[in-house]
């Protein structure tokens, strides 16, 4: 979907577990080439050149990948658009990701623990075969290098302008960004979308709820028109009203 010029979200059908999970990370695309905020799950490369053909920016126009965070729907692609394009991509992400990303540290929420509980959830069909491998997946996660680092407030010139917004709770070093000329807010993790409405960070899926509640009072700075959430996809309408709310009840 085209939010304004230069913005699209892009909405992604990825099988995961015996289920489908919808994904809408963010292309930006200008008279310099395109950026992609994230990467999806392993094995989406193919969905995501199909999602640049749709909306006609060519794949060979990528120069840069941003990682909001750490968590495997973000970067399980990353590893296939670098080899893909080895001597083409930049990647940026926050300095705290940077060794959770280039698998220098385990991420942080794949614990032994977690790892035999998604196991344990994948559905009695599942082959053991393909419980095996999914183990696998888990135990060695996707990695890749990081070549920039992104601080909080950094102005980006993506797309006409992109605001560096950190947003730590979700995981340590979670990044938002700020579309300046649409108003848009690529929110990544740090907000949802559920049932229509726009909705602060899931507690279970936090490292730290307390600071990740405490982090949307940051997006009170901003004139929001639009908000892409990477679970949930679009929310418009009252936006700042919405987000001023939901900041308090976190307060």
């Not at 183990?135 to 102005?155: F, T």
């Not at 700020?178 to 602060?200: N, R």
């Not at 997006?219 to 987000?243: A, K, M, P």
Request: glycine share 8%.
């Amino acid at each position: 979907m085209r939010i304004a010029n230069g913005i699209y979200m892009l909405e992604l059908a990825v099988p995961v577990m015996g289920r489908t999970d919808v994904i809408y990370p963010t292309l930006l695309h200008d008279e310099h080439g395109a950026v992609l905020v994230d990467t999806g799950y392993p094995g989406t490369f193919p969905l995501f050149r199909q999602a640049f053909d749709v909306h006609q920016v060519p794949l060979q126009d990528l120069h840069t990948i941003i990682i909001t965070h750490q968590d495997i729907d973000h970067i399980g692609s990353l590893p296939t658009f670098l080899s893909e394009f080895p001597e083409q991509l930049r990647v940026l992400a926050s300095e705290v990701e940077k060794p959770y990303i280039e698998g220098d540290h385990r991420l942080i929420k794949v614990t032994p623990e977690a790892i035999d509980q998604a196991v344990a959830n994948l559905p009695a069909h599942v082959s053991p075969e393909w419980r095996a491998a999914f183990r696998a997946a888990l135990e060695n996660p996707p990695r890749g290098r990081v070549h920039g680092l992104i601080q909080d407030g950094e102005h980006l010139p993506y797309g006409g302008g992109l605001m560096a917004i950190e947003t730590p709770g979700h995981t340590p070093g979670h990044l938002s960004f700020y579309h300046i000329p649409s108003k848009t807010l690529i929110a990544a993790d740090a907000l949802v979308v559920s049932d229509g409405q726009l909705m602060g960070p899931i507690p279970s899926y936090c490292v730290d709820y307390e600071l990740a509640a405490a982090s949307l009072r940051k997006f009170t700075q901003y004139d929001i028109e639009s908000v892409i959430c990477y679970h949930g996809g679009l929310f418009t309408g009252n936006v700042n009203d919405r987000i001023a709310e939901l900041a308090a009840v976190d307060a």
